[in-house]
């Protein structure tokens, strides 16, 4: 079958479980996952498992294989995962730290391969669909968090993944650069059919962007499907525990807060 499944997804830290037999449905190709629920709903520790980065019982699936019975050098080939905080200590600069992605797993490593145009192109067209190439001389330590954020999407994306793994990709950016990452992320899902799934607490920006919600609560998957079945009054009174109404506009629906419950 065609996507990633994740069935039975269990990780507990000590004592606590974080996520108990969480099963999503098909995550296709070409489709923007929004992964929504209020904090310590185990969104993070989710994305970190399917990319192995997390010890996590359960399966893990890309086009019917069972991505845990590979090396993790296989999955890491084909997915990408970008956290929410990235490290800021570099000497690279911004068109070397992403150069270096577009070069990731080379035999010789990226400074000892021969560039080439293909892969230069790939870097200047990120960098320009991203509004970065006026920084691309900068050193990465030298720009603010929302930049080096920026970058960091930059060098996910210049990898051509199948899956792609964002959590809070536009936590530290303002209102233009979010939503300019959301429409690079989309773009890109779509262009290339990548696997996209997104760690987003703006539900609004949820509504907006993606193609299906996962709604996490407790550990457990709470609700899935086309955003605008899933988010209503109810589920956000259940799960984040407010009053809010849903106002369908002519493209779309807004949440409006009203209060706490």
């Known amino acids: 079958m065609s996507g990633l ?19 999503l449905p098909p995550l296709l190709p070409g489709s923007v996952t929004a992964l929504i629920g209020p904090n310590g709903a185990g969104k993070s520790t989710l994305l970190r498992g399917i990319a192995g980065l997390q010890s996590m019982q359960g399966a893990v699936l890309l086009d019917g294989v069972d991505l845990a019975c590979g090396p993790q050098a296989r999955r890491a080939q084909s997915m990408v995962y970008l956290p929410q905080s990235l490290p800021s200590r570099t000497r ?3 068109f070397e730290a992403v ?4 070069m990731a797993g080379r035999s ?3 400074l000892g391969a021969r560039v080439d145009a293909a892969a230069v192109a790939r870097v200047e067209a990120v960098l320009a669909r991203l509004d970065l190439l006026p920084l691309a001389s900068r050193q990465v330590e030298a720009l603010s968090g929302g930049q080096r954020q920026l970058v960091g999407l930059a060098q996910a994306l210049v990898r051509q993944p199948r899956v792609l793994l964002l959590d809070e990709p536009t936590s530290a950016l303002d209102l233009y650069h979010q939503f300019q ?10 262009e290339h059919s990548l696997i996209t799934v997104i760690v987003l607490h703006d539900i609004n920006l949820a509504l907006g962007c993606a ?12 609700a899935s499907g086309a955003p605008h079945a899933v988010i209503d ?5 259940r799960v984040y525990r407010v009053r809010a109404t849903v106002r369908q506009l002519d493209t779309a629906a ?8």
Do not use: F, K
């Open 211 to 222: 193609d299906q919600v996962m709604v996490l609560h407790d550990g457990v998957l709470a």
């Open 5 to 23: 499944l994740v069935r039975n997804a269990c990780v507990a830290y000590g004592r606590r479980d974080v996520l108990r037999g969480v099963s």
């Open 181 to 190: 990452v959301i429409e690079a992320i989309r773009r890109a899902t779509r």
């Open 254 to 261: 807004v949440v409006c807060v009203e209060g706490t419950l």
């Open 233 to 237: 009054a109810a589920l956000i009174a």
């Open 99 to 102: 150069l270096s992605a577009a």
């Open 108 to 110: 010789e490593g990226w």
């Open 92 to 94: 690279l600069g911004v």
